[in-house]
């Protein structure tokens, strides 16, 4: 039968399938507008089957904050072409926003489905790889920060003992130069009172090592490599970072000055970073 070319234009914008695919649809269904959507969305799923074994080294990090939830959420894709896209751009929005809008605390079939949909529109490879979520109380500031094209994304909470603070220009800076502090020096740990055990003893062991190595007497050798040991946790972790701002200070110091400033204690709750393509 003749399918015309309005017909096949209405299904491509009801499926985002191409022209050629809605065409073949259609004359298989027999100009049944219904069954070629189904037909369609059966071949879309074969397709995203057949890419999923194709690596997904690219993608996009997006950061929500709304009705008391914050979301950090990573989608991975093939190229980074289709990470520019401004429908795969879209979708890691939307899942932001069902994250918060469902009460979502791990990646559910609902999530993926709208994946599996664009997959059979763009016809590459991608995936909801992570996404971190946060209940955010009135007493709470999160700020974000998302890099460039969406390579790495941060987000940080910062608790203040009076509220009110919270929209004081000092803090909202402050915010926002700590979520810029942790896109720049990705700290392991957010305080080295939070710091692994077995990690300070492995480090503690290969300090010694070092230090013996360069004939100290073993009556000093522990003064050096606690001395050691605290100057790795100024690299590694969060608040004894040098400040991003002004390294003159640590992050904690920093925190503790526009405390002063707008009389309310701040305190740094957690952080989260996401890198394109770098597990946690």
């Known amino acids: ?3 015309s070319a309005k017909l096949v234009k209405e299904l491509r914008d009801s499926t985002g399938a191409g022209m050629m695919d809605c065409k073949k649809a259609l004359v298989e269904a ?33 950061t929500l904050v709304k009705n008391g939830k ?32 469902n009460n979502y605390t791990e990646i559910v079939p609902a999530l993926n489905s709208k994946v599996e949909l664009l997959i059979t529109k763009i016809k590459e490879n991608m995936s909801l790889k992570r996404f971190n979520v946060w ?14 094209e969406g390579t790495l994304a941060t987000m940080v909470a910062l608790h203040a003992s009076d509220p009110s603070v919270l929209a004081h220009e000092s803090v909202t800076v402050l915010a926002n130069d700590l979520a810029l502090h942790v896109a720049a020096f990705s700290p392991l740990y957010l305080d080295k009172s939070n710091v692994d055990a077995d990690y300070i003893k492995e480090n503690t062991e290969i300090f010694t090592t070092q230090t013996l190595a360069l004939g100290k007497p073993e009556k000093v ?17 969060f608040l004894q970072q040098s400040f991003v ?20 204690t701040l ?14």
């Open 70 to 101: 914050a979301v950090i959420l990573e989608m991975a894709c093939e190229t980074d072409f289709v990470a520019r896209n401004l429908d795969f751009i879209a979708l890691g929005e939307e899942l932001c926003n069902d994250v918060i809008e």
């Open 221 to 237: 050798v522990a003064g050096i490599v606690a001395g050691k040991l605290n100057k790795h946790f100024t690299e590694i972790c």
């Open 245 to 264: 701002k002004d390294d003159s200070i640590s992050v904690e110091k920093a925190v503790a000055d526009v405390s002063k400033e707008v009389g309310a």
């Open 30 to 62: 027999n100009g049944d507008f219904a069954k070629a959507e189904k037909l369609l969305k059966e071949m879309g799923l074969a397709a995203v089957a057949k890419r999923a074994g194709r690596a997904t080294n690219n993608g996009r990090a997006f």
């Open 1 to 3: 039968m003749e399918i």
């Open 135 to 148: 209940d955010v109380d009135s007493s709470t500031l999160v700020s974000e920060y998302v890099h460039g």
């Open 267 to 280: 305190k740094v709750l957690k952080y989260s970073l996401f890198k394109v393509g770098v597990e946690a």
